[in-house]
């Protein structure tokens, strides 16, 4: 049975920083394209970042400079460290693995950026 646990969401203030983390049991993260997608309440769901098989990152403009998405292969984790964090950056932040046979998507972690 594949797993996905997001943990380290929380209530921050603006300019405060967050990790989040991605523990996966049942897959290989190093086998899948990790992302992280973003939804807030009364809107869609939007991509964060991705890191790929060969450990190439991809953000969104939005967050770029400001995020960085890791993996750690010997704890089977995807993170995301969020720096500088705004109001907007608020919302459930979900981890997701991607492969060409299969999607698997975590339950997600409440992040909340507020003075």
């Known amino acids: 049975q594949v797993r996905l646990v997001e943990s380290g969401g929380g209530l921050v203030q603006p300019g405060g920083s967050l990790r989040l983390s991605c523990a996966a049991s049942?897959?290989?993260?190093?086998?899948?394209?990790m992302d992280w997608y973003r939804q807030a309440p009364g809107k869609q769901r939007e991509l964060v970042a991705r890191i790929t098989t060969f450990g190439r990152t991809n953000y969104a403009d939005f967050v770029k400079g400001r995020f960085t998405i890791s993996r750690d292969n010997a704890k089977n984790t995807v993170y995301l460290q969020m720096n500088s964090l705004k109001t907007e950056d608020t919302g459930v932040y979900y981890c997701?693995?991607?492969?060409?046979?299969?999607?698997?998507r975590g339950q997600g972690t409440q992040v909340t950026v507020s003075s």
């Open positions: 049942g897959i290989i993260v190093s086998a899948y394209a």
């Open positions: 997701n693995a991607e492969s060409s046979i299969a999607t698997f």
